[in-house]
């Protein structure tokens, strides 16, 4: 029978939520009032709607304009390089805990590279060889002339636009790359963190390699993996923002080309962040409620 939530719990929770929001609130209150009065500056938001949605002739409904275009390339990035960063964490992860020392030794010398590396330093480098090398070898700038007009249909919903596949695609690497490093130290230690005595009985019972890590290891680490996984996922939507540095026209990409035409430096940049802020907060409300939810289905 699952256990309900004590009410005090979730009095707590509401304040700990109210609190965090009413600090944030206060905190740009406090800057608008120091720009206003220090610097004389004065507020314009009624262009900010205009550069969100606008009004298309030709469709004649309304489309996304920068700053919403932005927000969806962030996502495609985001959600296409964690499963990417995923897959190679998770394999790099197992490698690292690989009884065999050659595989520990590429998985080790992989996570110390990327991790030791400036962020900005590595984008820079791994971009100009992924964007030369990887995308003319996998034929992705002939997709949009060879494709049907559905399938590019498909491709721009999942993608972006088809003259954006190329530097979407080199971004997605880079930020996969980068994130898996990391990745891969969460995997390693949620692995370690089972109990020697599990896998001795696993082996005892016969059970191979591959069997111990698919039916004991795994299942169990998973769930203590979770948490961290969570955060790194947050994380990875605050890190997207450094392949502006690449002209990928991602949100903070496009909100710098806001700022240079409308040359209101303070509004868009503030409001760009109240974006980040209600998306990583809010996922970080919803991963807390996803780990609370599994520990009481498991106890």
């Known amino acids: 029978m699952k256990r309900r939530k004590p009410l005090r ?19 740009i209150a406090y800057m608008f009032y120091k720009v206003d009065t220090v610097l004389e500056y004065h507020w314009q938001w009624d262009f900010l709607p205009a550069y969100i949605l606008h009004w ?31 897959l190679i964490g998770i394999v790099m992860g197992i490698m690292r805990t690989s009884e065999r020392l050659f ?11 990327v991790r030791n ?12 060889f992924i964007s030369s090398q990887l995308v003319p070898l996998l034929g992705i700038d002939e997709i949009s002339v060879r494709a049907s007009p559905a399938t590019l249909a498909v491709l721009e919903w999942v993608i972006g636009p088809p003259e954006l596949f190329s530097n979407v695609i080199s971004g997605i690497f880079c930020l996969a ?17 089972i109990e020697r005595g599990q896998i001795e009985a696993g082996q005892s019972t016969g059970l191979s390699r591959f069997q111990l890590m698919r039916w004991v290891v795994l299942p169990q680490a998973i769930h ?19 392949v502006a540095l690449i002209s990928i026209q991602e949100l903070t990409f496009l909100a710098q080309e806001v700022v240079v035409t409308t040359m209101h430096v303070f509004e868009v940049w503030i409001f760009v962040a109240g974006m980040y802020f209600c998306i990583c907060y809010l996922l970080a409300i919803l991963f807390s409620r996803m780990e609370k939810r599994i520990s009481v289905y498991r106890s």
Do not use: C
Not at 9 to 27: D, E, P, Q, R, S
Not at 57 to 86: D, Q
Not at 224 to 242: C, E, H, N, V, Y
């Open 117 to 128: 590396m400036p962020p900005v330093v590595f984008i820079f480098i791994f971009y100009f």
């Open 224 to 242: 203590r993996m979770l948490p961290p996984l969570a955060g790194q996922f947050i994380t990875l939507i605050k890190d997207s923002s450094i």
């Open 103 to 113: 595989f520990r030794m590429i998985s080790r010398l992989y996570v110390e590279f």
């Open 177 to 193: 790359i980068f994130e898996a490093a990391y990745i891969t130290e969460i995997v390693r230690a949620g692995i370690q963190s």
């Open 9 to 27: 719990l979730n009095i707590l929770n509401l304040v700990i939520n109210v609190t965090v929001i009413g600090a944030v609130v206060g905190f």
């Open 56 to 86: 298309d002739e030709t469709e004649g409904h309304w489309v996304p304009n920068l700053l919403l275009k932005g927000l969806f390339t962030t996502f495609r990035l985001v959600i296409w390089s964690m499963l990417a960063a995923s």
